[in-house]
């Protein structure tokens, strides 16, 4: 087979070059104008390949800082906004010592709000915990008080899980009444356990039930650049991730988030409560 002619080759690899770059500048434009969908995760559906995108997107923004200023802060301002270029971060299984302070701190710092769907018996070990995500202006949702299975409840018994757990993270933010806005009327069936029990039961109370649309796969005990692709590849506006900040050792969610916010803030996409006080802002189930 004859050598290729150096020029030649040079070509070529500036042609394919070109072809990954322009790929890579469409992401986040493509991402923000799909339209939002509702389903559940299926973790097999799609296959990770956000090794690329990220390794790209680090790359452009590093770029982008490089060529017009020395303050990288101007890319995230080129970027247009279009309201559409939103998700929901929700954590679950808090509150927790160790792992809920770094994911406070880490939505601070990027002014991210996200919606911890909490576990009654943990808020009641921990209220200070309660009050740190409050006073950080994050909503402080119902994960039930014994992460128990709701569709095996009764309604005296599905009230108490909720309402008990509702009591103690009120109790915890008592002595600051304005801080009653950031608990929230949504609750979060642990294991996305559902029937028909649980949605009228829910309504009764009255809560909106919460499920997810993108599972980082947090849970499985992913490394953070696997849970960053998971998120990346899947994201669309008004997606709803799951993550948590409680359970095990969640030391791959914290380094994971801390990519998230960083690469997606870079490309535009915005951080927002998923419940407020007067109820669930994403799609209802
Ligand atoms: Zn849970």
Redesign the pocket.
């Known amino acids: 087979m004859p050598a290729m002619p150096v020029k030649k080759l040079t070509i070529v690899l500036l042609v394919a070059l070109m072809g990954v770059a322009l790929q890579g500048c469409k992401l986040p434009i493509e991402r923000a104008q799909a339209s939002p969908s509702v389903r559940y995760a299926s973790p097999a559906e799609e296959k990770p390949q956000g090794g690329k995108v990220s390794e790209f997107e680090s790359l452009f923004a590093s770029w982008s800082s490089s060529s017009g200023s020395d303050n990288s802060d101007t890319v995230q301002t080129e970027i247009p906004s279009n309201n559409s270029n939103y998700i929901y971060l929700t954590f679950?299984?808090g509150p927790d010592p160790k792992w809920t302070p770094q994911i406070i701190n880490l939505l601070a710092r990027h002014k991210a709000v996200g919606t911890f769907?909490v576990?009654g018996r943990s808020a009641v070990t921990y209220p200070e915990l309660i009050l740190q995500e409050a006073q950080a202006g994050q909503m402080i949702a119902n994960?039930?008080y014994n992460?128990m299975d709701l569709t095996t409840l009764d309604y005296g018994n599905f009230f108490l899980e909720v309402k008990d757990t509702e009591n103690v993270v009120r109790e915890a933010l008592s002595a600051y009444p304005d801080l009653s806005q950031n608990v929230v009327p949504c609750l979060?069936p642990?294991?996305g356990a559902i029937n028909d029990n649980v949605w009228t039961f829910a309504y009764r109370l009255p809560y909106d039930v919460s499920m997810w649309t993108l599972d980082t796969n947090d849970w499985t005990g992913l490394a953070a650049e696997s849970i960053l692709d998971n998120v990346l590849t899947k994201a669309k506006a008004g997606s709803v991730v799951l993550m948590?900040d409680?359970?095990k050792d969640r030391s791959e969610t914290v380094e994971a988030l801390a990519l998230i916010l960083h690469e997606m803030t870079l490309s535009g996409w915005e951080f927002r409560p998923m419940c407020t006080a007067e109820g669930q802002q994403a799609p209802s189930w």
């Open positions: 679950d299984d769907f576990i994960h039930g992460h979060r642990p294991y948590h409680g359970g």
